[in-house]
């Protein structure tokens, strides 16, 4: 990681995000209100590690109830989201570029890929799952003009240290990385890696321990 996230730490932060996942489970299933014990079971947490972390956004539960369902939604999006929503700059629209647009478009209106860059040519103004396409050399105007500072690198790992020059130059603070390399970036810019291969390779060394297991 490159910075940390003010007075609260990344592990509440990413909670906080999985627990406004779960939340929103629940109230599509039509629940009204949940206790900490239940968010907690959801979550693979402590009911009191669900307590400790919700008391950073200042909301409180009723004992006999637990939490109003709706209004803790309310209170993690306050506390998480930017006001008026916040674009997203996709660099790399190759396979995994795609995919990440595919996933992205219409699923969280106020966090949304807003514009994405690629050195091919012959994916320069195009539109891709409602997002346009331009050219790596449009990259710092278009990221001042929609006010873009929050980007996704998904590029071969040899131009993964170059893409994330150009988006500190540009004013991107905050960095999602699927490239397997260590960025090296300016005090101030938060990065996020995402190494697919380390994680399935972790999943697998797991599943073969549960299948030795008597």
């Excluded at 009204?32 to 979550?43: C, D, F, P, W, Y």
């Excluded at 990440?100 to 690629?118: C, S, V, Y």
């Amino acid at each position: 990681m490159a910075s940390k996230t003010g007075a609260i730490s990344e592990r509440v932060v990413a909670r906080l995000s999985q627990y406004r996942r779960l939340l929103n489970v629940l109230a599509a299933e039509g629940a009204t209100h949940v206790l900490s014990r239940e968010l907690a079971s959801l979550a693979g947490r402590t009911a009191a590690q669900v307590r400790r972390d919700l008391m950073a956004l200042g909301y409180a539960g009723s004992s006999a109830r637990g939490y109003e369902v709706a209004g803790l939604l309310a209170s993690i999006r306050a506390f998480l989201d930017q006001p008026g929503g916040q674009g997203v700059a996709l660099v790399g629209v190759g396979n995994l570029g795609k995919a990440l647009l595919t996933h992205f478009t219409g699923r969280r209106p106020n966090l949304a890929i807003a514009a994405a860059f690629d050195t091919d040519p012959s994916k320069a103004n195009r539109t891709i799952n409602q997002c346009r396409v331009w050219a790596m050399g449009h990259l710092k105007d278009v990221l001042k003009a929609k006010k873009i500072r929050v980007a996704i690198i998904a590029v071969p790992p040899e131009a993964a240290q170059a893409v994330a020059d150009a988006l500190a130059a540009a004013g991107v603070r905050g960095i999602l990385n699927f490239a397997p390399v260590r960025l090296r970036v300016p005090e101030g810019v938060y990065v996020e890696d995402l190494d697919m291969t380390v994680s399935l390779e972790k999943v697998a060394y797991f599943a073969r321990r549960g299948a030795d297991a008597p």
